[in-house]
């Protein structure tokens, strides 16, 4: 079974509207770690935002915010505020067991392909 | 601000021939790790290192793969025979905690 799944390998927005990327995990690890970055063309990846699993709160970072419904297994990237540069391919990943403090991998997603129009 | 810097940008080698990708942290980190990227598909976990020694690592890292910090600084990715199979974009990855993960801008390895 896909550890990171997100459904949409492409998807437009209207420069300054919202955008809201899925992204749905599998894990029975009661801590773990969810990351979103963002890989332009030119091919860096690029961190964006980090939630845990045990933070009350969502996490959001400027115009970035992650939409965390634990219960359902959900962290979709929200963006508010299109730009232009926006435009780039963008990973949910997982990292399981942050509490054991050892450099433990992410699982990607594999992407979605995210097209601002002006 | 601080960012991880990999050489050489790009390579070019033969297959068979020996490789090693280069990682410079940024300073304060603890964690390291490399991915791989091939052209097209999903980001692949290769192996962690922390405390000296490595913590994880995946199925494609295998005996013709090795890491080392040598001088305490630089993080070290060796692939010693290479397949034509390897060609991809080989991504390092530090960080100060278990929280973060900053990349690299790559290396994209080209097997001939």
């Known amino acids: 079974a896909q550890k990171i799944t997100q459904t949409q390998p492409g998807m437009f927005v209207q420069e300054k509207e919202a955008v809201t990327l899925d992204c749905t995990y599998d894990?029975?690890?009661?801590?773990?770690?969810l990351f979103w970055y963002k890989q332009p063309s030119s091919g860096e990846m690029i961190f964006l935002i980090y939630?845990?699993?045990?933070?009350?709160q969502n996490a959001t970072e400027g115009r970035y915010s992650l939409n965390f419904q634990k219960a359902r297994k959900s962290a979709s990237l929200v963006i508010s505020a299109s730009q232009l540069g926006d435009s780039a391919m963008y990973f949910c990943?997982?990292?399981?067991?942050?509490?054991?403090?050892?450099?433990?991998?992410?699982?990607f997603g594999s992407g979605t392909q995210l097209t601002v129009l002006p | 601000e601080p960012e991880v810097t990999q050489t050489p940008s790009h390579q070019v080698t033969q297959m068979g021939q020996e490789v090693i990708l280069r990682c410079v942290p940024i300073?304060?980190?603890?964690?390291f790790y490399w991915y791989r990227q091939i052209l097209g598909q999903k980001v692949e976990f290769l192996v962690s290192?922390?405390?000296?020694?490595?913590?994880?690592k995946s199925e494609i890292f295998d005996d013709q793969f090795s890491v080392e910090r040598p001088d305490g600084s630089n993080f070290t990715l060796k692939i010693r025979s290479t397949k034509l199979e390897d060609s991809a974009m080989y991504f390092c990855?530090?960080?100060?905690?278990?929280?973060?993960?900053?990349f690299g801008p790559g290396t994209r390895l080209t097997v001939l």
């Open positions: 990943a997982m990292r399981e067991s942050i509490s054991s403090g050892s450099a433990r991998q992410l699982t």
């Open positions: 894990t029975s690890d009661p801590s773990y770690g």
């Open positions: 939630q845990g699993s045990y933070d009350q």
């Open positions: 300073s304060n980190h603890l964690y």
């Open positions: 290192f922390y405390n000296n020694e490595i913590s994880e």
């Open positions: 990855a530090t960080g100060q905690s278990t929280d973060t993960q900053y």
